[in-house]
């Protein structure tokens, strides 16, 4: 009797052990397209990201380098003061998008042009995407917004 249940307690943390192995499983395979690692335009540039890779990139708006195409197309350029990566766009663009405002990009890279399929600009006049506030706070050019 006395066996039986220790084979019992066993038989159950072998299941709840597999149980558990194919759960982590199947979380990390409903997470791999959901991952996207952020990266600053002199990060790009020191490191270009391998061939079909889908990352952030962010920064501001480079003042002079917004360009409307046709239909939705958009070329931009994103700076963080180090570098400056061309950035082609195809959407409608967010109503707080324009030059000299932060923004992040999703997407990657195409013969040297970031090609974005999202793109996010900051939503109020004091906020900024925390990645952008680090990468041009290692670049010095970041200015702590006033305070009215």
Do not use: C, W
């Not at 790009?44 to 501001?60: A, C, D, K, M």
């Not at 967010?94 to 399929?117: N, R, S, Y």
């Not at 990468?135 to 305070?147: I, R, T």
Request: charged content about 20%; overall charge negative; proline content about 5%.
């Amino acid at each position: 009797m006395r066996n039986l249940k220790k084979q019992r307690r066993i038989q159950i943390i072998i299941i709840a052990f597999v149980a558990l192995a194919v759960a982590t499983g199947l979380i990390g395979y409903a997470m791999r397209d959901g991952i996207n690692f952020f990266r600053s335009p002199t990060q790009v540039v020191e490191q270009p990201p391998e061939l079909g890779e889908i990352f952030r990139i962010g920064g501001l708006v480079e003042p002079g380098s917004l360009v409307q195409g046709q239909g939705e197309a958009i070329t931009f350029k994103v700076t963080d003061g180090g570098a400056s990566i061309p950035v082609s766009y195809t959407g409608i663009k967010p109503d707080l998008f324009k030059e000299g405002q932060g923004t992040i990009a999703l997407g990657q890279m195409q013969d040297g042009v970031f090609v974005a399929t999202e793109i996010l600009a900051k939503h109020d006049e004091t906020y900024m995407p925390k990645e952008v506030i680090d990468a041009l706070k290692e670049q010095g050019v970041y200015q702590e917004p006033a305070n009215d």
